[in-house]
């Protein structure tokens, strides 16, 4: 499988080449375009419980859907909901073992070799933000992942401790140490804006956003016109 990142970094899609045979596994939705020899199966994959993790705690879609080239190369283009960068990281390799937390809606696609599950973020983030679980991305492949505006790679020195806003999260090291804090004491966490953060350890490799999808929804909402502002 080759991956070829396209239209960065404002409005990015991934174009990815399949060998006759090769399969790519993406979230519901997330297809652009395909050659008409690739063929799509759409299954609960992982099974009924792995599929409800991820649909109902983890904020994907139930269902993910396979595509596979038929008796030659073919493509198959993914652009993500939102508008932003797109990367391709790698699961496992010299690191093989190894896995990467995702926030949600930044997954967009991957080998079929990398398992997609579910992972509980801890109690504290249950009452901290309305999205505690995370998507858990093991095994060994390639993964695309997206983000809302623009990509910010950070990479954290052993013991070194870094505070983000986690609607800016896209995706760390499940081996990095990490909770979910107030900012400040009570007045800041009510007022200031910033609420709860995600304040992560290294050693790692963190990926952040340089938009919230929660930060642009509690800006929007409030303007929308209502039903009366429409009829008068």
């Known amino acids: 499988m080759n991956t070829e990142l396209l239209y960065r970094p404002s409005f990015a899609i991934a174009r990815v080449e399949l060998e ?14 395909k050659s008409a020899n690739v063929q799509i199966q759409t299954s609960a994959t992982g ?3 792995k599929s409800l993790k991820r649909g109902v705690l983890g904020g994907e879609s ?9 008796g030659g190369p073919g493509e198959v283009l993914f652009a993500p909901s939102l508008p932003g960068d797109v990367v391709t990281v790698e699961i496992g390799g010299a690191t093989s073992g ?11 696609a991957a080998e079929l070799g990398v398992n997609v599950d579910t992972k509980f973020r801890g109690g504290r983030g249950f009452f901290a933000t309305s999205n ?33 806003d ?25 007022f200031s804006g910033e609420g709860f953060v995600i304040e992560i350890e290294g050693p790692g490799n963190l990926l952040l956003q340089t938009r919230s999808q929660q930060a ?4 929007l909402i409030p303007n929308l016109p209502s039903s009366r502002s429409t009829n008068d």
């Open 47 to 49: 099974g009924l419980l």
């Open 216 to 219: 642009f929804l509690s800006w």
């Open 166 to 190: 986690s609607g800016h999260v896209i995706a760390f090291d499940e081996s990095m140490p990490h909770e979910v804090r107030r900012v400040g004491g009570l007045k800041s966490t009510l």
């Open 98 to 108: 190894s896995s990467l937390l995702v926030n949600s809606g930044s997954f967009v």
């Open 20 to 33: 006759a045979g090769e399969e790519v596994r993406s979230e519901a939705g997330a297809m652009l375009s």
């Open 132 to 164: 505690f679980f995370m998507l858990q991305l093991s095994g060994q492949g390639q993964a695309i992942l997206s983000a809302y505006g623009a990509l910010h790679p950070v990479m954290l020195r052993a013991g070194e401790r870094y505070m983000v």
């Open 62 to 70: 139930f269902f993910m859907n396979t595509f596979r080239s038929e």
